[in-house]
């Protein structure tokens, strides 16, 4: 709310005297994290996960944090996962060919390896997002995720829960590229809106009932870390009448440490 404050000084155009101090003074507990960043890197990140369709993302693009520990180098993917990782490559980088090692070689096809490293935790600027692989840290590992729908215009917001995190290298374009991924489990959504829809304040929607299980594993359980919009808490709520009653899974968002305005 300072912050906010100072922002509206600033930009009312007065003369302000002594605004120049508060950048000096630095910022203590977890809001120190962020001064390892600046305000431009936090807001192209940030605005990089919300504007999906306007802000193209290949993984490889520098990010205000770091992968955490638990970490388990050079391990071999699931075959499943190496194919989805090659569909990624192939949707992404639409001009290059993507293929397995040992394989039918094409001309200029790019040798998609199946090794990579593997972490539990990911910090971005003061928040860290946790995953299954990573036990106490299991709670952080519920995610939200912007996604284009299949009418190519619309764009829709969908729960998850993060596996693991992991670096992936290629060599393309006569340098090699380190892409950062989640790997994602998402929620599958509920067949009616309006269950869907089922807490709301003023008409403005706040919590949201999806299904309490996983759509099956697809080319979209990876996304770059780019593309994580925020975190929620998972609250498994049952809805009852006289003839039947059933469980879904109540999706509370949970706002960002770093706000943007």
Known sequence: MAETHVNDIISSGLEVKGLELIDKRSSVGSLSDNDEFSMEEMHRFLMNSRNIADSPITGSEKFPGSL???QFENIRLEESIHDLLIEYYMDTYVDSTFRKPFT???PNSVIVLNKANQYGRC???AEIFGSIISSRHIKNSFILAKFINRDGNSVDIYPGQIQYFFEHSIYLSSQN???????VRWYKAVSSSSIRYHFSINEICNVELWENSFY????????PIHNI???F???KYKTSNRINSREYLAVIP???KFHLR
Do not use: C, M, Y
Not at 177 to 183: D, I
Not at 216 to 221: C, E
């Open 104 to 106: 039918e070689d094409t």
């Open 177 to 183: 590229l380190v892409h950062t991924f989640a790997f």
């Open 216 to 223: 099956p594993i697809s080319r979209d359980t990876l996304i």
């Open 229 to 231: 919009l925020g975190r």
């Open 123 to 125: 910090q971005i600027g």
């Open 233 to 235: 808490v998972p609250v």
């Open 254 to 256: 949970v706002n960002r």
């Open 68 to 70: 955490l520990k638990p």
